[in-house]
């Protein structure tokens, strides 16, 4: 079974992947881990950073940093649980590039956390966990709060 887990270093996230590790046989599966780096609008830039000069427009270094660390991380606890797992970092909008990935992986189960913003903060916010559990042909594991 091809299993691609989401992450964003959420609690909410960290909720799922222990779901996951609880639920499934990852440890018979082929595991990939993904985390995405959103793109910030052009001109707008996080608080106390700057985007380098060689950076591409509306990239944002933290937010690619952060991924890096929400990946790796997610790969570090699926190795204490006897699961093998790489991770791969994208850049882009989250539902798209996880859904492009899973596409790509020919994944049999996406597994994405929720934050349980409820309609108003969707509907603001957005949910990445909808979008993908929407648009995904294939089984999807939302896993609900932060346990």
Known sequence: MNVLIATDGSDS???????AIRLLPLATSHVEVVAVAGVLPVGVVP?????????????????????????????????????KADYRVRIGDPATEILDLATELGADLVVVGSHGRGPMGRLVLGSVSDAVAHRWPGATLVIHGAG
Do not use: C, M
């Open 13 to 19: 996230a960290q909720h799922a992947l222990r779901e």
């Open 47 to 83: 608080l106390g950073d700057v985007v380098g000069a060689g950076d591409p427009p509306g990239l944002s270094d933290p937010l690619a940093r952060d991924a890096e660390l929400s990946g790796s991380a997610a790969v570090a606890v699926l190795a204490e649980a006897g699961v």
